[in-house]
């Protein structure tokens, strides 16, 4: 296999067709690092806007690291994947703390950073300081597997490591980020999954895959598992002054940082009513009495499925305990939007103050 890519043809292509983004062209490494942290699992086109927010409200690394955690996730609501919010705020507080506020150029300092790996690192080091390190997204494993015609799955590490491999024997010295660019943006425009535009693409005169007519097949992905399937029950627990309780998850569990409704994963042989008055009092250790159903949402986390139930709810007995949460609080509805929350409950609170008629006739069962 002859590890040669026209770079200049590419670079060229780059030049001409790259699209706009706010990170793009940036001397700002804090800017490049943040965008490489939110791509990490969010298409360009669904991280730009919140790009936009988050660097809004924190312009330079300095304002990360002396927001509080809970404003850092406020900002970051609805993007996923919360523990890059959480690794990138502690990460900017090591930069500030030990590096001065400049971001290291060094692989070996800045994969010691929080939420730093092996690509992004590679990515922020090529972007930000012309560093010749070939950082390989999906995009390039897709526009890479077909230039030179490998057809072994590329969900195997041996396959990783040997496209990475390719990607480290390919980088530009000159423009090492660009370089990383074109191939990324080659693959999200022209070499794209389904019916890829080859006769738009600079380097279709070698590509394997154009030649043997395989695009159609390469890459090849073994099947992804089928998502699981949990019905999710919460109460929204409503006090006398009109107030509904909210727990904190831990750091260190899914979504860690998040406030929630009480309530869990339904167990087989049981309602989901039944389960939130069994979560409510292993979770919190009071009894609870469950009215109405007032909301069933669906939502998809990377590796399963959940229907979130949720039930109007009063105390019977007991004082709440933040048995399997970091805190609780009363609040009220105009205060939840001050926390952050996972999308599903959040989609619940919007059903709340949207439908304030419904939650004042609960109040009344209370």
Not at 181 to 203: F, I, K, R, W
Not at 254 to 280: A, H, I, Y
Request: include cysteine; hydrophobic fraction near 35%; proline fraction near 6%.
């Amino acid at each position: 296999m002859s590890n040669e890519i026209p770079a200049d043809k590419l670079l060229d292509w780059f030049d001409n067709n790259k699209r706009e983004m706010p990170w793009r062209d940036s001397d700002s490494p804090y800017r490049i690092w943040v965008s490489e942290i939110m791509l990490q699992q969010t298409r360009v086109d669904q991280a730009q806007p919140y790009f936009d927010r988050f660097i809004d409200r924190f312009p330079t690394v300095h304002d990360l690291a002396e927001a509080s955690q809970q404003e850092v996730l406020r900002v970051w609501e609805g993007l996923g994947y919360y523990s890059r919010a959480r690794n990138l705020h502690q990460a900017a507080q090591t930069v500030v703390t030990e590096y001065e506020g400049q971001l290291p150029r060094n692989y070996n300092e800045i994969i010691q950073l929080k939420g730093i790996g092996p690509y992004t690192a590679a990515a922020v080091l090529s972007i930000a300081f012309n560093k010749p390190h070939a950082a390989v997204d999906g995009n390039i494993v897709r526009v890479l597997s077909r230039y030179f015609g490998i057809e072994e799955d590329v969900r195997s590490s041996t396959t990783r490591r040997k496209i990475q491999e390719l990607a480290d024997d390919l980088i530009d010295q000159k423009r090492p980020g660009d370089f990383n660019q074109s191939l990324m943006e080659l693959g999200a425009l022209v070499c794209t999954p389904n019916e890829p535009l080859c006769h738009e693409c600079p380097l279709r005169q070698k590509c394997k895959a154009h030649q043997q007519v395989k695009t159609d097949v390469i890459p090849y992905k073994s099947p992804k598992k089928t998502k699981p399937h949990h019905d999710i029950g919460v109460g929204v627990i409503i006090n006398d002054q009109n107030e509904v309780l909210i727990a904190l998850r831990p750091d260190d569990a899914m979504l860690g940082g998040l406030w929630e409704f009480p309530g869990g994963k339904k167990k087989e042989n049981e309602s989901v009513r039944e389960t939130v008055t069994r979560e409510c009092e292993e979770e919190l250790g009071i009894e609870v009495k469950t009215y109405q159903q007032i909301a069933r949402i669906k939502h998809s986390y990377s590796h399963f499925k959940i229907t979130l139930h949720a039930f109007i709810s009063c105390i019977e007995s007991g004082t709440p305990q933040p048995n399997d949460s970091e805190q609780l609080k009363w609040v009220s509805l105009q205060e939840l939007d001050q926390y952050p929350f996972p999308r599903a409950n959040r989609q619940l609170i919007d059903k709340l103050t949207d439908n304030k008629a419904t939650f004042q006739n609960s109040l009344d069962l209370n």
